[in-house]
């Protein structure tokens, strides 16, 4: 029987656990994360009230309809079973395509001074820059993330004509040699710009919430458009007071946020979420957020990961600098995969690619099996 603690008032949340190898002789039993390749037998259900955990309960796969009945939220508990289960659609992209039915790579392409890994290597030279992409794009990028503007802690914001200057360039010349390209950027003229010049995706860390036009320009040009967390994107990507619930304060506000932008005039099937690793959250938040990564599927909606060489892993890795945290990237990204994420995105784009591989390998090998 479902605790008595949980009452009207609680707000409920599934996240999957019990991950299996194969769904084989299992039917009832298991259920598929997002119409990929990872199988799970059991939700962890959490209700929350009044912004505090009230209940953190086991429930098997096979029980989930039983417990739906015994509460007064079994409607929203079966919505989320839905969500997390349902395949997200491929996006089409021109002529091409953005699958969801495996992970993915988007490979990080900087065109500033002062990125905290890899800025100024491609700076002033935007033939050079595109070169580097579309060797990323040969090698097993899905996408190539274009960003004229640094988001490091204590970087100074870039004025929107250099941003334009320095990305959009790049930009055109990755859409006209083939390649899949976003556009990662929080000013809404530097996104008219690059879409005018050929990008496919909108990736902002501000949730266009940074600029007012944002919102405007995504849905007028009816792209896809990422939307990652941040405590107070107006401020800038880092600030913030900490949290009482990392994991679940930043799965409700990147649900208010899809939800406003739908009601903006931008289709929810365009959407992806990122959940903003390293934006203004300490290393326990971040932890929280990358081992209960999978409770966000329950917004039913692509998942972008964004952890390559960031300081989650030099804290953890006796202070390795940004140059030196590919293990570290590669064991994120992986993570990531194995939970469910669509899209991980990183600067290491061959081993990633490579890393990805092997695990698809294993995963298609664990499935056949049985």
């Given at each position: 029987?479902?605790?008595?603690?949980?009452?009207?008032?609680?707000?409920?949340?599934?996240?999957?656990?019990?991950?299996?190898?194969?769904?084989?002789?299992?039917?009832?039993?298991?259920?598929?994360?997002?119409?990929?390749?990872?199988?799970f037998a059991a939700y962890e259900l959490t209700a929350m009230v009044e912004g505090a955990r009230a209940l953190r309960r086991t429930v098997p796969v096979a029980e989930l309809n039983a417990v739906a009945n015994e509460i007064a939220q079994g409607e929203t508990l079966l919505d989320l079973a839905a969500r997390i289960s349902a395949p997200r659609p491929p996006l089409p992209l021109g002529v091409r395509a953005l699958r969801f039915d495996q992970p993915q790579v988007m490979g990080i392409l900087n065109?500033?001074?002062?990125?905290?890994?890899?800025?100024?290597?491609?700076?002033?030279?935007?033939?050079?820059?595109?070169?580097?992409?579309?060797?990323?794009?040969?090698?097993?990028?899905?996408?190539?993330?274009?960003?004229?503007?640094?988001?490091?802690?204590?970087?100074?914001?870039?004025?929107?004509?250099?941003?334009i200057a320095r990305s959009v360039p790049v930009v055109e010349r990755l859409a006209r040699g083939g390649a899949l390209v976003s556009i990662d950027t929080r000013k809404a003229g530097v996104?008219?710009?690059?879409?005018?010049?050929?990008?496919?995706?909108?990736?902002?860390?501000?949730?266009?919430?940074?600029d007012d036009r944002a919102v405007e320009v995504v849905?007028?040009?009816?792209?896809?458009?990422?939307?990652?967390?941040?405590?107070?994107?107006?401020?800038?990507?880092?600030?913030?007071?900490?949290?009482?619930?990392?994991?679940?304060?930043?799965?409700?506000?990147?649900?208010?946020?899809?939800?406003?932008?739908?009601?903006?005039?931008?289709?929810?099937?365009?959407?992806?979420?990122?959940?903003?690793?390293?934006?203004?959250?300490?290393?326990?938040?971040n932890l929280a957020l990358l081992n209960g990564l999978a409770l966000f599927h329950g917004l039913g909606l692509p998942i972008v990961l964004g952890a390559s060489r960031k300081r989650i892993i030099g804290a953890l890795a006796n202070e390795a600098p940004a140059e030196q945290r590919l293990g570290g990237s590669l064991a994120l990204a992986l993570k990531g995969a194995e939970l469910g994420a669509q899209l991980i995105r990183v600067h290491d784009v061959f081993e990633t690619v490579q890393a990805l591989r092997v695990w698809r390998g294993m995963r298609d090998a664990a499935l056949v099996a049985g």
């Open positions: 029987m479902m605790d008595a603690t949980l009452g009207t008032a609680a707000d409920i949340y599934l996240r999957p656990v019990q991950f299996v190898d194969t769904p084989v002789g299992r039917d009832g039993e298991v259920a598929r994360l997002a119409g990929g390749l990872q199988w065109v500033t001074p002062d990125s905290f890994s890899d800025g100024g290597r491609h700076l002033d030279d935007p033939a050079a820059a595109a070169g580097a992409g579309m060797d990323m794009s040969a090698v097993g990028a899905a996408v190539i993330d274009v960003g004229g503007e640094s988001t490091r802690p204590g970087a100074e914001t870039v004025w929107e004509g250099d941003e996104m008219e710009g690059a879409l005018a010049a050929g990008a496919h995706i909108v990736n902002d860390v501000a949730a266009l919430l940074w849905a007028k040009a009816g792209c896809p458009v990422v939307l990652m967390h941040s405590p107070d994107p107006k401020k800038g990507p880092h600030g913030g007071s900490g949290y009482r619930d990392p994991l679940i304060e930043t799965y409700d506000w990147l649900e208010a946020r899809v939800d406003a932008v739908v009601a903006a005039g931008i289709e929810r099937t365009k959407i992806l979420v990122d959940p903003g690793i390293g934006f203004g959250k300490s290393l326990s938040d």
